[in-house]
């Protein structure tokens, strides 16, 4: 469970709650526009130590098949789980 | 079992915010919610985390969430934990994430108030040392030396003059049921505190350095590391107080160098051997007094 | 019902303790502060099950009962003067959030000078704050006011919060006789506090949250609109208030003799009382005089007034507050509603009771003489001979 | 309308008497009205204070104090002066806790501190002189005021207070009598 993309964007009078009470975890845009530079996960190197799952800020590492994947849509590209993977499992690449 | 990466609840309660890359305030929120998980009612004042987190239609607390007053953060925690309880509903936790200035000095009142009426709920101070949701401001937990944009550094004064407001002591002064210090850079601890607290009744006050990279000069995938480098060169430490009594956690074998520390962050940039040293001279004798007061 | 002796205070707390609102939070303060004594003794003796919070500040009062509100339960709280301003912030926070929880307010005089006497700039510097604001002239009005407060700011049309407001000492303090409902009346009328606008674990909600420039006005309109329902659901509270207890108010406005009337004070609070009394007396002598009591300011009663009035030769609106620089602000909105209504006839201010200070009935007598001469002024009264004519 | 006057020292309980006295008509058996409250501000121990009881058979709308009274009593005669007799309307009287007398037909007085000394053990008058006064207004009866009693006081307190009344109001009687 995590809040996720709708498609419903709220943008009129009628659409608005009548109260400051919305559906919690409601997301309407991406972040992937914010990157730079981009983590490539080399599932070779990768052991599952989830360091990289747990100290990510926004969340985006999710655990796959022992090892973790990267939610792009929402990632910043910090680059904190490059600097505190141990394996060198994680390369930081321009993004195009 | 005891929590770590691999036992902590995979669901994710803190998503698609607009914090900066690298934000560690918003480390310690994602975290400290996936430890106390979907029966938490996260309560935030104005400040960075709420700001990057209700923006409607862009709702990102897949738990129950408010935003509070600045000052309030405490109080409103308050009337959630009471009025749930009137309502003859249990099993939750009331959970409180401010900042710096939100705790230290807009919101230490209410607090106070809270924590003197035990009122049982979780605070978690982010303490990134500075006011950085308006632009990075001194508030009282900005530490000695640092460059801030009421405090700048120039030739006359260098940075922030006064050291930082102690408020884990403060906090264990009331007699609090239990009160810890933290740092994302030790996110283990952390977990385990969250944890511990998260089962102990009455109020419970968790204080997180969590780093700033755009407060405090650092590239955005240094703020783990610099905010373990500050444990490790003891300018911050990991303790607990409960039961009346100090303990402290985790004591470096032999501090890591303190400007080395300090050069890596551009708020301390401009700061002379002579203020170094002065900040190892306060580090040293806050050590002499956790050696001498703490349980270790 | 069982007939008390009861200061305005204690009327309001027994019809708070009718309401069984399930959190209190409590900050004393004169003379506001026999309500929160009373409730914690109510709270005691097992009379009112409430969470009764002794909270550090008024700022922590309004903003505990609005994370009490914040998960459906029903909230009250208490202040006045000082402690009203100190919770501004919440004020607008609490209206905004549309937490219908009700507070009252005593009434008293702000700093500087200090002076811990009853009038009315402090509520009324709060007009603007999004709450409900209604005035009671005596303690079973306070007291049927403070029941069917929470019906009104409760009902889903309108949630709002809602102020009552009693001037300090004059009527929080003094005693008088007042019908006292049963618990089985008080239930009968007023329903149990449903909401979605509430923190909720079956279906997480986030609240309180930002809108940014896109979306704003439509939230703040949104509100706009909740107070003005609430003129049909005050209507509705009172209609089911007089099946069931067999008092029937007047919606926004009470007149008094103001059907055939030359000259018409308008005023509010406690001092309509007294105007009553000297409307009756001038009217024994053939004066053609009435009163029109503003029971509520916010919503404010725009066609009441225009109503009231439009076949009045003149009136004049007696207030305890001053907006500085220019003149009462309760008369400057009762401008407003002749004007749109298209009345025009002299309408006069009477500033008065700053800081406690006695009206007696003289004074009102006098203000309905000067009506006669149709003039139109703004005038502090019983100031004394050395004020400069404005 | 019938005013009276209260005066008293802060911890007297003048206020009380002001409000039993209110109580005791409101509730009384017909259309009754009353209004009690004290003059306004922070209370303070030893200082003078004033209370103020109106009585009406319809509703009261005038909250003003009472500046010229039908009943000025004093609980206290060292709150007394001559300046009490500019208080009172014409036809007024003044009803004063003192053992000295005094010679003028608009004062009735009554050692009150006596029957507080036996009955009470305590020197406190406000219930005797709403005792007194119950034996020189008409509109109320020692019964209304013992109801008050019984209904405002705390419990332990209600019958020496009942007591000390209905022996103020005997010996009030007695003085009005002669």
Redesign the interface.
Same mark, same amino acid.
Request: with cysteine.
């Given at each position: 469970m995590k809040p996720y993309l709708r498609e419903k964007v709220p943008s009129t009078l009628k659409d608005i709650p009548d109260s400051t009470a919305y559906e919690a975890g409601y997301l309407v845009t991406k972040n992937a526009g914010w990157r730079n530079v981009c983590p490539v996960i080399d599932s070779e190197k990768c052991v599952g130590c989830l360091q990289c799952y747990l100290h990510c800020p926004d969340g985006v590492i999710y655990k796959k098949d022992g090892k973790v994947d990267i939610d792009y849509d929402f990632c910043k590209g910090c680059g904190i789980c490059k600097k505190i993977c141990k394996f060198g499992a994680i390369e930081m690449e321009v993004e195009k | 079992m005891s929590i770590n990466a691999r036992t902590l609840n995979e669901d994710e309660f803190f998503y698609g915010h607009k914090a900066c890359a690298g934000c560690g305030g918003s480390l310690a929120v994602r975290i400290a919610l996936k430890v106390l998980g979907e029966r938490s009612v996260a309560v935030l004042p104005a400040g960075c985390m709420s700001a990057v987190g209700f923006n409607f239609p862009q709702l990102c607390f897949g738990n129950n969430a408010i935003i509070s007053t600045f000052a309030g953060t405490a109080s409103m925690l308050t009337g959630i934990e009471a009025g749930l309880r009137a309502q003859g509903i249990d099993n939750f936790q009331a959970v409180g994430f401010a900042g710096d200035g939100g705790t230290a000095d807009i919101g230490i009142q209410s607090l106070s108030g809270a924590i003197d009426r035990n009122d049982d709920i979780l605070y978690i101070c982010y303490d990134n040392e500075a006011y950085m949701n308006t632009g990075i401001q001194k508030s009282s937990l900005t530490p000695f030396g640092a460059k801030t944009t009421t405090t700048p550094a120039g030739k006359n004064i260098r940075g922030n003059l006064r050291p930082k407001k102690n408020m884990f002591e403060i906090v264990a002064a009331h007699g609090i049921p239990y009160a810890a210090t933290a740092s994302i850079g030790y996110l283990d601890d952390f977990m385990k505190k969250v944890e511990k607290a998260s089962k102990i009744k009455g109020t419970k006050y968790i204080h997180i350095i969590a780093p700033c990279p755009t407060g405090w000069g650092t590239a955005t995938d240094e703020t783990v590391s610099i905010a373990k480098e500050g444990v490790d060169c003891g300018l911050w430490y990991l303790a607990e107080y409960e039961n009346g009594e100090f303990k402290l956690n985790h004591k470096p074998k032999e501090f890591t160098d303190v400007a080395e520390y300090l050069k890596k962050q551009s708020r301390f940039r401009h700061l002379n051997d002579d203020d170094v040293e002065t900040i190892i001279q306060s580090r040293d004798s806050k050590w002499d007094f956790i050696n001498k007061n703490f349980n270790i | 019902m069982a !007939? *008390? /002796?009861l200061s305005g205070n204690e009327a309001f707390a027994y019809g708070i303790r009718l309401a069984k609102p *399930?959190?209190i939070?409590a900050y004393p303060i004169?003379?506001q502060t026999i309500v929160v004594e009373k409730l914690s003794e109510m709270v005691e003796d097992g009379s009112l099950n409430? #969470?009764f919070?002794?909270?550090? &500040?008024e700022? &922590?009062?309004l &903003? %505990?009962?609005?994370? =009490?509100? &914040?998960?459906?339960?029903r909230?009250f709280t208490a202040t006045s003067s000082q402690g009203l301003l100190y919770m501004a912030? %919440?004020l607008l926070?609490t209206s905004?959030?549309?937490f219908p929880i009700v507070m009252m307010n005593a009434c008293r005089s702000t700093a500087l000078p200090w002076n $811990?006497?009853g009038d009315q700039r402090d509520s009324i510097s709060q007009l603007d704050s999004g709450w409900i604001q209604a005035y009671a002239e +005596?303690a079973q009005e306070a007291l049927d006011m403070a029941l069917m407060s929470y019906y009104i700011a409760e009902h889903k049309d309108v949630?709002t919060p809602f102020m009552a407001n009693l001037d300090g /000492?004059?009527?929080t303090?003094?005693?008088?006789?007042v019908d006292v409902p049963t618990n089985e009346q008080a239930d009968a009328f007023l329903p149990k506090y449903e909401t @979605? +606008? !509430?923190? @909720?674990?079956d279906?997480? !909600? +986030?609240?309180? /949250?930002?809108?940014?420039p896109?979306?704003n006005t #439509? /939230?703040k309109? !949104?509100e706009h609109i909740?107070m003005l329902n609430a003129k049909k659901v005050i209507d509705e509270a009172e209609q089911k208030f007089a099946e069931i207890f067999g008092r029937q108010y007047t919606g926004l406005v009470e007149e008094y003799r103001t059907e055939d009337a030359d000259y018409i004070l308008i005023t509010l609070g406690? $001092? =309509?009382?007294?105007?009553?009394?000297t409307v009756d007396k001038l009217r024994d002598q053939g004066k053609k005089v009435g009163l029109l009591k503003l029971r509520y300011i916010r919503p404010f009663p725009n066609e009441e007034i225009a109503n009231a009035v439009k076949n009045a030769r003149a009136v004049a609106v007696l207030e305890k507050d001053i907006s500085f620089g220019n003149e009462g602000t309760v008369y400057t909105n009762v401008n407003s509603a002749l004007h749109k209504a298209n009345i025009s006839i002299p309408a006069s201010n009477y500033i008065g009771g700053l800081g406690?200070r @006695? $009206?007696? =009935?003289d004074e009102i007598e006098t203000i309905f003489e000067e009506l006669e001469k149709e003039q139109t002024k703004v005038q502090f009264i019983g100031i004394g001979g050395d004020a400069d004519e404005h | 309308m019938t005013e009276i006057l209260w005066h008293g020292r802060g911890g007297q309980g003048a206020f009380t008497a002001a409000k039993l006295l209110g109580a005791a008509y409101a509730l009384k058996e017909g259309e009754n009205y009353a209004l009690a409250f004290p003059s306004f501000g922070p209370e303070r121990r030893g200082a003078p204070i004033r209370a103020f009881t109106k009585l009406e058979n319809k509703p009261i709308g005038n909250r003003s104090e009472v500046t010229k009274a039908d009943y000025s009593i004093f609980l206290d005669d060292t709150l007394f002066s001559d300046e009490a007799f500019e208080e009172i309307k014409d036809g007024g009287k003044i009803l004063l806790n003192t053992k000295s007398s005094i010679d003028d037909e608009r004062v009735i007085t009554i050692d009150g501190d006596a029957i507080a000394t036996e009955i009470l053990k305590l020197p406190i008058t406000n219930t005797i002189m709403l005792g007194a006064f119950a034996a020189v207004f008409e509109g109320i009866s020692l019964e209304n005021i013992a109801e008050s009693i019984r209904q405002y006081m705390p419990a332990k307190l209600r019958e020496k207070n009942i007591a000390a009344a209905e022996a103020a109001a005997d010996s009030v009687a007695e003085e009005v009598g002669e």
């Open positions: - | - | !007939k *008390q /002796f *399930q959190v939070s004169t003379p409430a #969470e919070i002794h909270v550090e &500040s700022h &922590s009062a &903003s %505990c009962a609005m994370g =009490a509100s &914040s998960v459906g339960a909230a912030e %919440c926070y905004g959030g549309r $811990i006497y +005596n949630a /000492f004059v009527l303090h003094t005693y008088e006789v @979605d +606008n !509430k923190l @909720d674990f279906a997480p !909600k +986030n609240l309180a /949250f930002t809108a940014g896109a979306l #439509e /939230f309109y !949104k909740g406690s $001092i =309509a009382g007294l105007v009553k009394e406690g @006695d $009206i007696p =009935a | -």
